[in-house]
């Protein structure tokens, strides 16, 4: 009773409310277009999408953007369309592209801040952008309703065209010869997992988004085999961690972010147990 009554504080207050929301919502954005890179073997975007984006931050910080998001957003963006285009019509191919502008993104990003920046807590600033420390816990109620909008576009982005993002999924070169623009619709995921990573950013940290975009649907595969399934119980596996793993994190006073991706591990070692037992049945 104590422990619920502990919750029930915590709750009076906006920033946490406010957490929990964006918290669940980022979850389940994360999990339906981590399904799809994973299939894809393109889960590595995340990771070097996130590194752009902290280098964009710390550009924003520099020059003193009050709405960091206002840079960070289109930047980001811009380089999922830049990457998509780079790995498949250059000389420097797909992961070897991601992972030289990821790299040089994030260096440069921590070089700004430490040569331009006027706070006194630089280590302090970074360990936060890079990690989710408490960026989570401090959001506005523009930042919410924000995430709530760009939340319920993706999800309905990924419902309308749930049957072309499967066919491109699987077999791009079907999904052309049935008149599926997949060169379109690779653009569109690549630029929407741009938008979940910027918006994860406040919740695990640049460092931490692969995780929150890989894990559930890693964890879903082991159990399930057919493409929706997967998709529905990496939905419902990430929502529950993420609100496993903000609700820990409040109780037990530990960073936000590692707390969800622990969880996240937690729920992977199950189901990679679940999956060998349920093919020694088999």
């Known amino acids: 009773m104590n422990l619920f009554s502990?919750?029930?504080?915590?709750?009076?207050?906006?920033?946490?409310?406010?957490?929990?929301?964006?918290?669940?919502?980022?979850?389940?954005c994360s999990s339906l277009f981590g399904v799809v890179?994973?299939?894809?073997?393109?889960?590595?975007?995340?990771?070097?999408?996130?590194?752009?984006?902290?280098?964009?931050?710390?550009?924003?910080a520099v020059v003193g953007l009050t709405d960091?998001?206002?840079?960070?957003?289109?930047?980001?963006?811009?380089?999922a369309i830049l990457l998509l285009r780079t790995g498949k019509n250059t000389k420097i191919k797909g992961d070897a592209a991601i992972a030289m502008v990821s790299v040089g993104a994030l260096a440069l990003g921590y070089l700004l801040l430490n040569v331009?920046?006027?706070?006194?807590n630089v280590a302090g600033d970074v360990c936060s952008t890079l990690f989710g420390a408490s960026s989570i816990l401090t959001l506005t109620r523009w930042e919410v309703w924000l995430c709530i909008v760009l939340s319920a576009v993706v999800v309905l982005m990924f419902l309308v065209f749930y049957r072309r993002i499967f066919a491109v999924t699987f077999d791009e070169d079907f999904a052309r010869a049935t008149g599926v623009?997949?060169?379109?619709?690779?653009?569109?995921?690549?630029?929407?997992?741009?938008?979940?990573?910027?918006?994860?950013?406040?919740l695990v940290g640049s460092?931490?988004?692969?995780?929150?975009?890989?894990?559930p649907a890693l964890s879903a595969m082991r159990v399930f085999?057919?493409?929706r399934s997967v998709v529905i119980c990496s939905a419902v596996l990430s929502v529950v961690c993420a609100t496993t793993g903000i609700l820990a994190a409040i109780l037990l006073e530990t960073p936000v972010g590692p707390t969800i991706v622990a969880a996240d591990i937690l729920a992977f070692l199950i189901f990679f147990a679940l999956g060998a037992c349920l093919r020694r049945r088999r």
Not at 6 to 28: K, S
């Open 6 to 28: 502990t919750l029930a504080e915590y709750f009076a207050y906006d920033f946490v409310r406010y957490a929990m929301i964006v918290g669940v919502l980022i979850a389940l």
């Open 68 to 79: 960091q998001m206002l840079l960070v957003l289109p930047v980001t963006v811009a380089a």
């Open 37 to 60: 890179l994973v299939l894809k073997r393109f889960s590595f975007i995340g990771d070097g999408l996130s590194h752009i984006a902290f280098g964009a931050l710390a550009v924003a």
């Open 181 to 202: 623009k997949a060169s379109l619709y690779n653009m569109m995921i690549a630029v929407t997992v741009a938008v979940i990573i910027v918006l994860a950013m406040n």
């Open 225 to 227: 085999r057919s493409f």
């Open 207 to 215: 460092l931490l988004i692969s995780a929150l975009v890989i894990f």
């Open 116 to 120: 331009f920046s006027s706070s006194a």
